[in-house]
């Protein structure tokens, strides 16, 4: 196992140029696939990821389903090249060893249809009374804003935007003050040019559980976010009752989708603690094909007080086979006021990704909250 993560090491530094020139050398399937879905969290460049894989040789048989597992997890067409001739190349190896067979926690049981009724109808009440509890503040906002022209998921950085927000009654407000660690003066939020969002503090969280909305929900499965158990449905809206709005800047176009996602709540509390969603009705002529958005909530402190408020949100959008990836976090909370005041630190670095990831659900000697009334 050392060997292992020797290898893996040293293919990592590979990818920095610094051991472009290394022989040959030879890896389990393992190995293989840990790299490659490491590569494709870190964006490194596909090429790059494909000339390493060239010049490995393995021990073992590498079966097309993997690559096909690994295509589905993001990895570029030259690594995936790279992969398909190396599966080729070991087809006359034995296959890896089964891993050893472990007893699986699989978590406690999906709750009733009475059960989950009662459960969404907890998680509902504090959706909808979201912002009526939140205090007037001011943060930073940090958008840092990735492109990649080539359409093959090799992104690279474009511009860090610093903002300062304000949520005053119940409405929130941007004001730009920083590009690329250059003070702007009278820039407006919405005419920054590329990929912009808004709408983090409550609008989309309240048009998923409006009732309005329409919203299908379904029991999906048990997790585990940030150390603490979720409750996680399905959840869609079709377009006729959406008001998730898309616009396209050079053409002037505005069209409204319809979307389908995830909501992940805390068992204990009820509360949304993250939601994923997935565009799914825009028009084949419309420019922007594909938006998909997740945004992650956490308590944070604003003055004395703990409230439950916007981490971070991750948008990804394509038009034609031009890919943006905006990450935008939530930083230095503090109470709205006339002494308020903001100190833009462009050195921080983004939010670990083990607080954003899911993890699988855990064992629990506590018994699983259950709901108490019905819907």
């Known amino acids: 196992m050392q060997q292992s993560m020797k290898c893996l090491r040293i293919l990592c530094l590979m990818l920095t140029g610094a051991l472009l020139g290394l022989a040959q ?33 393995l021990t073992e048989r590498l079966d097309l389903r993997l690559v096909e597992e690994l295509q589905s997890s993001g990895a570029g067409p030259k690594t995936l090249a790279a992969l398909r001739k190396l599966s080729l190349d070991s087809a006359a190896l034995t296959p890896p060893a089964p891993p050893a067979t ?91 040019g590329g990929a912009t969002s808004s ?14 909305s329409h919203t299908s929900f379904d029991w999906a499965k048990w997790a585990t976010l940030r150390g603490k158990r979720m409750y996680v449905f399905n959840f869609k809206i079709e377009q006729q009752y959406s008001k998730y709005s898309i616009y396209h800047e050079p053409s002037g176009r505005r069209i409204v989708s ?73 930083r230095a909370y503090r109470k709205f006021g006339t002494e308020s005041s903001i100190t833009f630190d462009t050195s921080l670095d983004p939010i670990p990704e083990d607080q954003l990831k899911e993890q699988p659900v855990k064992p629990d000697t506590a018994a699983p909250p259950s709901a108490g009334k019905k819907r």
């Not at 090799?154 to 003070?183: G, P």
């Not at 709408?199 to 309005?212: I, K, P, Q």
């Not at 007080?305 to 959008?317: F, V």
Request: proline share 4%; glycine share 4%.
């Open 102 to 192: 472990q007893s699986a926690y699989v978590g406690p049981p999906a709750p009733s249809s009475t059960e989950q009724h009662a459960i969404l109808d907890e998680i509902t009440e504090h959706a909808l009374n979201y912002t009526e509890n939140l205090p007037n503040f001011i943060c930073t906002q940090i958008v840092r804003r990735h492109i990649d022209p080539s359409g093959t998921g090799s992104y690279s950085l474009d511009d860090t935007i610093l903002e300062q927000l304000t949520f005053f009654d119940k409405k929130e407000t941007y004001k730009v003050s920083m590009v690329n660690n250059r003070a702007v003066t009278n820039t407006d939020h919405n005419k920054l």
């Open 25 to 57: 050398r030879t890896m389990t399937v393992a190995d293989l696939l840990n790299f490659v879905r490491s590569s494709v969290n870190r964006h490194n460049q596909d090429r790059e990821v494909a000339d390493v894989i060239s010049k490995l040789k």
């Open 199 to 212: 709408g983090e503090f409550g609008s989309m969280l309240r048009e998923v559980f409006d009732r309005n």
């Open 258 to 330: 319809g979307y389908h996602g995830l909501i992940y709540a805390d068992a204990e509390t009820k509360q949304v603690m993250k939601i994923t969603m997935d565009c799914d009705t825009i028009p084949a002529d419309f420019p922007i094909q594909d938006v998909d958005l997740a945004l992650d909530y956490d308590v944070q402190a604003v003055g004395e007080q703990a409230h439950l408020l916007p981490l971070k949100s991750e948008m990804h959008s394509r038009e034609g086979k031009n890919l943006s990836w905006n990450e935008t976090e939530f």
